[in-house]
Structures are given as C-alpha cells and as structure tokens.
C-alpha cells in the first residue's frame, strides 16, 4: 500500500507540473483610437493631451491646430515604447486588457521622468462644461513671477471656443509657448500642451478682466507663478533690440565643423557675395523647430537666390557622437537643406553660448536669427520667434522676413 500511495503522489506532482511548450505568452494590443493622456506634474496636477493611433499604427500628437506625428513605436508583449520625432523623449508604458496605458515620459541626456497614464477611447482633454464665463478672448498683458526679481512680461492672446474651451498662447521675448488649448469652467482657467519635448500646463482663477493665483507648470520640475490683466494695447520689447554686435564690430565670425566634421566658416566661398541668414538654434527647442520648418521651406523655394542659410546648434547632449546623432534627426526629419554645424556641446546655457561668438552683447534666446548682408556686415539681428501659435504674430514676421531678405539679396 505504501509503494501505491507513493506512486500516485508522484503522479500528481507531474500532472500540476506545466507543459512549457503549451504555455502561451498573451499579447496584449495597443488598440486603434483616441486616447486621452495625462502627466503628473507637481502639486500632483494632472497634464491632460490626446493623441490617436491609426490603422497604419502612427500616433498623432493633437495640440489645438497643431498635429504631431510619431511613427517610431514598438510593442513588446504588453510594453509600448513611443519614441518621439525629432526631440531626444520616449514614452514606456505597460498595456492592460482595456488597452489603457501606465508609465514615464523621458527625456533629455539628464532621462527627466514624468509619469503618465492613458485612457482609450476617451475624446476629450477636458470635459465639456454648460457653465457661463466672461470671455476670455482677446490679448492679455502677463506677468510671471510677479514682485521677484525674476519677474517678466509675456502676451498672452487667447480665443474662446465651443462649450467652455479655449485655445491659445504666451508671447515673450524669447519665444512663445506653443499651440494650447483647454477649458474655461465657472473662473478656472486650465490651458496644456505636450510637443514631445516640452510638457505645459497653466491654470489659474479669472475675475472679470483679471487673471490671478495662476501658476505654471513645465513637466514636474518646474512651477512659476503668473498673473495677467486685459491689455489689448500691451507689446513686448521690439525682438530687433535685445541681443546686438558690441562697439567696434559689424561682423560675425566663427569656425564649426558640420555634421560630417568638416570645419565651416563665413570666410569660405559659398556665403562670399551671398545675403546669409544665420540661425542660433537647438534640437532640443520647440521654437527651433517651428523656425526650422519655416526656413526649410523658404531655403526651398529661394535656393537658387543669392541666399545661404546656416544653423549653429548649441546641443544639451553629453557627447559629441550624441549631439550630431540628434542633429542628423533633426535635419532627416525636416528635410533641411542648409548645413547645420556643430558649435557646442554638453550645455545649451546661453552664458556659454556668448563666449562663442563674442561680438554679441550676449545670446538671450533659442533661436536667435542674425542677417548678414553680400558684405559680410550683420544688418540685423531677430530675438526668439513667433511660430504658428500666435497667429498674425507669426504672419507678420514671415512677411517682414521674405521682404527683408529680398531686399538683402537684391543689394
């Protein structure tokens, strides 16, 4: 009887044991759709965008206007790895079975991590509301940091939408903050981006023609405070102003190598009788890229002129290798046909920045545009840039740059 029972343990040990060739990995899918994503910045806010996966398994970014397209994804098992176009980020996230996401957003050489969650099938950023507000539409005098010595204005320029939503951007001296776009609900003012480099959220309580208690949040390192009034005759300083040539010059000089290590300057025979633009930008800057779109087309349409265009890029990246791997992104990604050299790596501190190119009273902003006539002489020099988000803002440099330039390369 011993020898029985101790048999038939033994087969009930091998029958609870698994067949490893009958076991199956269950895959868990990334389902076509609309998701409403959100980040976790500080004071445990939450960072609200959505995005849509296609059938051709592309992602589309939507920031009011403005559309992101994000084709490098991977599925692994139940891992999404969402890589983002042109800025050094990626998105890791784990599947569940409703195809909701969970996970971090990284980014940079520093690898900042943000948590982020998605939902599927969700269609909204924020609810709809049925509650009334004053408009908001209109042009907004801003301060940040209010009473600091950090203080500084920007323009805020809004527009009022369907069901309490709104859409917008700030104007500073530097550069503007994008297309966003949010809700207006009973005096709570709540307006998001999420360009893949940069993540923005601003809320705050709106009395009549007043903005107060706002604050600003930029992914989960940073906040600022901010108020505004309506001021539809506010202007910043004139961006032609700010950043200049120092007594005693009228040229820009410099030596970089390009994304193929060979060594550029203004001296060689390409820029000699040429109107050149130089563009002072990073691949890691929003505003970069919306010039760099700009002037990708216009190089196009205009390269037979005589016109050169050049970038100098200040990457954040901690090695060399890094830097023109991302720069060489960035180019492939736009299509940019101007040369693009390599001016310093490892920071894109503007202090550092200046001491490359002396002659300027200093580099106050990514990008910042200078114009040189066939001469060689800087004509001008352009702080920041107005993108598409601010509207006519951005149709009135465009206009006043076409007309400049031609008049530049017809001297």
Not at 5 to 33: H, R
Not at 71 to 99: C, G, H, W, Y
Not at 180 to 193: I, P, Q, R, T, V
Request: proline content about 4%.
């Amino acid at each position: 009887m011993k020898r029985i029972a101790l048999l038939l343990s033994c087969l009930a040990i091998i029958s609870c044991k698994k067949d490893p060739k009958k076991e199956t990995v269950v895959v868990k899918e990334f389902k076509k759709g609309t998701y409403r994503a959100a980040l976790t910045v500080q004071d445990n806010k939450e960072l609200p965008f959505l995005f849509e996966l296609d059938e051709h398994n592309k992602i589309t970014v939507l920031n009011a206007e403005e559309r992101i397209e994000v084709t490098d994804i991977e599925v692994r098992n139940d891992s999404v790895f969402i890589k983002m176009p042109v800025f050094d980020a990626v998105i890791q996230a784990s599947l569940d079975e409703m195809s909701n996401l969970k996970g971090v957003y990284m980014k940079g050489p520093k690898n900042l991590k943000v948590p982020f969650v998605a939902m599927h099938d969700i269609y909204f950023r924020y609810p709809k509301f049925t509650t009334t507000h004053n408009p908001i539409a209109g042009k907004w005098e801003v301060t940040f940091s209010p009473g600091t010595e950090n203080e500084y204005k920007a323009v805020g320029v809004f527009k009022d939408g369907k069901d309490n939503m709104i859409s917008g951007t700030f104007l500073t001296e530097t550069g503007d903050y994008r297309f966003l776009e949010g809700a207006l609900d009973d005096g709570l003012f709540k307006l998001s981006c999420f360009d893949g480099s940069h993540a923005f959220l601003f809320d705050a309580v709106v009395k009549e023609d007043s903005i107060v208690s706002g604050n600003f949040y930029s992914g989960n390192h940073y906040k600022e405070p901010w108020v505004a009034i309506k001021n539809d005759k506010f202007e910043l300083t004139n961006p032609e102003e700010l950043t200049y040539l120092k007594k005693g010059y009228d040229k820009v000089e410099f030596s970089f190598p390009d994304l193929e290590g060979n060594m550029i300057s203004l001296e060689d025979d390409r820029f000699k009788g040429k109107a050149t633009i130089i563009q002072i930008m990073g691949s890691w800057c929003p505003n970069c890229l919306d010039e760099s779109k700009y002037l990708t087309k216009f190089y196009q349409a205009n390269k037979d002129k005589d016109i050169q265009i050049i970038a100098l890029a200040f990457e954040n990246a901690k090695t060399h290798e890094k830097a023109v791997a991302n720069l060489k992104r960035f180019k492939n990604r736009l299509g940019i046909g101007y040369d693009i050299l390599v001016a310093q790596v490892g920071s894109s501190s503007k202090l550092k920045a200046g001491e490359k190119l002396p002659m300027l009273n200093h580099i106050l902003s990514y990008p910042t545009t200078i114009y040189i006539d066939k001469k060689g002489k800087v004509r001008k020099i352009h702080t920041g840039f107005n993108g598409p988000a601010t509207g006519e803002k951005y149709t009135e440099f465009t206009t006043e740059f076409e007309s400049f330039v031609a008049e530049l390369a017809g001297e």
